[in-house]
């Protein structure tokens, strides 16, 4: 009896593997093209890291590249379908607008001199060293030696919060949102420069260009797959088109209407992936530092808007 | 945001454009809350009275179309520099505030 | 004995040498925990794409064409209308090739009912969610969207 079940069994394994190598070797005669397909990530788009916002591979940087470009090429914008050339650019040389992100500005300045009447020294932490917060913005991200690690504008608020004021200034929250964008109107019209040639800084934007194009959540989608050439980039996504992530960054972080709110960068990041219908991480998040780093490199060389509204 | 809000002024030959943000919910009490699929209380600004030198010039009542912190623009003609314009809001719960400018 | 040991052998033959299935399950209850992410430190940022699948229709479409019309324009569920044009639906997007006359194109049910469940075995970069290898949608559901492209005409 035993001897029985056990040749059957040798048969059925013997079965067992001709059936998995006559199924392997169908498959791959059938579709060639999957073996070398790689399925995790989107296809890579060449991006020069060195060009900045001039590298943008929509075709549209020659529309919003400055104000002279916007109001000359404003008739663009009649069409619903070519809105999106513009970039939403046309919302930032507005003369003398008015929204609630100037109150956020407001609020910000008033926490940021409030504590720093409790704790001297705050002002100076936020600066890395200088009190004079003028233009600090359009550094960020940056690598900090002596922390050993990048800081995005609202991690270095949140770092000074708990080391000098002994506070809870997390990042998304509002006091966070509000600070970040204060100091970023303080840096207001000056272009975005930050160094990703080497270092910690070069490892960072190709990590978060990794990102980029991999695919996540259960639609299978990656950010590139609406935001590069060939994409859903230019076509329509229901009522919406989404646009080239050049040049983006420079009016973080900005007054979104929708929401009602103050948005900083990663909470954007975690909006979209709700909505994509993957997995949100929390701001701060080190995938999220990477991607910023990634992104502010498309925003290299176009200057800071703050604050703004969408 | 804090509830706060925020004038400007500017003069154009006599001809001034005011510009007023205020931070409110201006909640129109047909909102649902998700959680507990109860509507969210009506909260909403329901009268703008502008003053000029104390005196009332324009007054504006509105029910709850706004959005949340909403924006208010109007004009006045005849200003002269100097002279002072004072916001007020109040909203359905009888909250209120106040700002003022003065023309340049 | 013989009994039990060859239903053990038949079991163990069953289960191995075929192609990963994935469950079907209620497309609303799939956490996002259940595919990659973008985290350096969770346990879904290791989690590798679902490999393409072939499905193949069995048996008969039976699919309900009103309800695969629902499935296509709600934005929670198939959401078909965010890239493609289709018989009846507003505000649609354009990426996606123009499904309105589907229906006149003549192609198979289960040609299209495989296409639906995952689009990547014919277009490996494709932008195309995979409708029920990422479970989506329920095996019923793409048939009735199926149904539904089927009777756009």
């Given at each position: 009896m035993l001897s029985l079940s056990s040749s059957l069994r040798?048969?059925?394994?013997?079965?067992?593997?001709?059936?998995?190598?006559?199924?392997?070797?169908?498959?791959?005669?059938?579709?060639?093209?999957?073996?070398?397909?790689?399925?995790?990530?989107?296809?890579?788009?060449?991006?020069?890291?060195?060009?900045?916002?001039?590298?943008?591979?929509?075709?549209?940087?020659?529309?919003?590249?400055?104000?002279?470009?916007?109001?000359?090429?404003?008739?663009?914008?009649?069409?619903?379908?070519?809105e999106w050339k513009m970039n939403g650019k046309n919302m930032d040389i507005v003369e003398d607008d008015f929204h609630p992100g100037h109150l956020a500005v407001d609020e910000g300045e008033k926490l940021v001199n409030l504590w720093e009447h409790r704790e001297a020294g705050f002002k100076s932490c936020l600066g890395a060293g200088t009190t004079?917060?003028?233009?600090?913005?359009?550094?960020?991200?940056?690598?900090?030696?002596?922390?050993?690690?990048?800081?995005?504008?609202?991690?270095?608020?949140?770092?000074?919060?708990?080391?000098?004021?002994?506070?809870n200034f997390k990042q998304g929250s509002p006091v966070n949102a509000s600070i970040a964008l204060y100091l970023k109107s303080l840096s207001d019209g000056l272009p975005i420069q930050i160094d990703v040639d080497s270092g910690p800084m070069k490892e960072a934007y190709l990590r978060g260009e990794t990102l980029f194009y991999k695919r996540i959540g259960q639609l299978n989608?990656?950010?590139?797959?609406?935001?590069?050439?060939g994409s859903i980039m230019g076509n329509r996504l229901r009522g919406e088109v989404?646009?080239?992530?050049?040049?983006?960054?420079?009016h973080y972080p900005t007054y979104r209407s929708p929401v009602g709110e103050v948005e900083v960068l990663h909470k954007r990041f975690m909006r979209c992936l709700k909505q994509m219908r993957a997995k949100p991480l929390k701001p701060g998040d080190p995938a999220y530092v990477d991607l910023e780093v990634f992104y502010t490199s498309m925003s290299n060389g176009y200057p800071i808007k703050a604050p703004s509204i969408r | 945001m804090s509830n706060t809000m925020k004038v400007r002024v500017k003069n154009k030959n006599g001809v001034v454009d005011v510009k007023v943000i205020i931070n409110h919910p201006m909640e129109n009490g047909l909102r649902l809350n998700p959680q507990s699929g109860n509507k969210i209380p009506a909260h909403f600004i329901n009268q703008f009275i502008i003053l000029v030198n104390g005196q009332e010039a324009l007054v504006s009542r509105c029910t709850g179309g706004l959005s949340k912190n909403p924006f208010y623009g109007f004009k006045l003609s005849d200003m002269k520099p100097n002279d002072r314009i004072t916001v007020n809001w109040t909203d359905n719960t009888g909250q209120s505030g106040s700002a003022d400018a003065v023309v340049n | 004995m013989k009994k039990i040991l060859l239903a053990a052998l038949m079991a163990t033959l069953s289960a191995c040498g075929t192609v990963q299935q994935p469950v079907n399950t209620n497309s609303a209850s799939t956490s996002p925990m259940k595919f990659p992410c973008?985290?350096?430190?969770?346990?879904?940022?290791?989690?590798?794409?679902?490999k393409p699948v072939k499905k193949p229709l069995s048996g008969e479409l039976s699919g309900n064409s009103e309800e695969g019309r629902n499935i296509a324009f709600t934005k929670t569920r198939g959401n078909c209308l965010a890239c493609h044009r289709m018989k009846g639906g507003t505000q649609p997007g354009s990426r996606g090739p123009d499904l309105t006359s589907y229906g006149n194109l003549?192609?198979?049910d289960a040609?299209?009912?495989a296409l639906v469940y995952d689009m990547r075995w014919r277009s490996p970069d494709t932008l195309m969610p995979p409708m029920g290898t990422n479970e989506i949608l329920t095996e019923q559901e793409i048939r009735d969207v199926v149904a539904f492209l089927q009777s756009s005409k």
């Open positions: 040798n048969r059925g394994r013997i079965m067992k593997i001709l059936t998995l190598i006559a199924v392997t070797a169908l498959h791959a005669i059938s579709y060639p093209a999957l073996a070398e397909t790689d399925f995790n990530t989107h296809p890579r788009f060449d991006i020069d890291p060195k060009l900045g916002v001039a590298g943008d591979f929509s075709g549209t940087y020659k529309y919003w590249k400055d104000t002279q470009a916007i109001e000359q090429f404003a008739s663009i914008q009649t069409n619903s379908d070519n004079t917060l003028e233009g600090i913005a359009a550094n960020y991200p940056m690598y900090d030696a002596k922390l050993g690690k990048v800081l995005t504008l609202e991690a270095r608020i949140e770092h000074c919060a708990k080391k000098v004021l002994w506070q989608f990656a950010c590139a797959s609406c935001h590069t050439p989404p646009s080239t992530p050049f040049g983006d960054v420079s | - | 973008l985290s350096y430190s969770l346990s879904c940022g290791e989690i590798p794409v679902r003549g192609r198979s040609e299209t009912f």
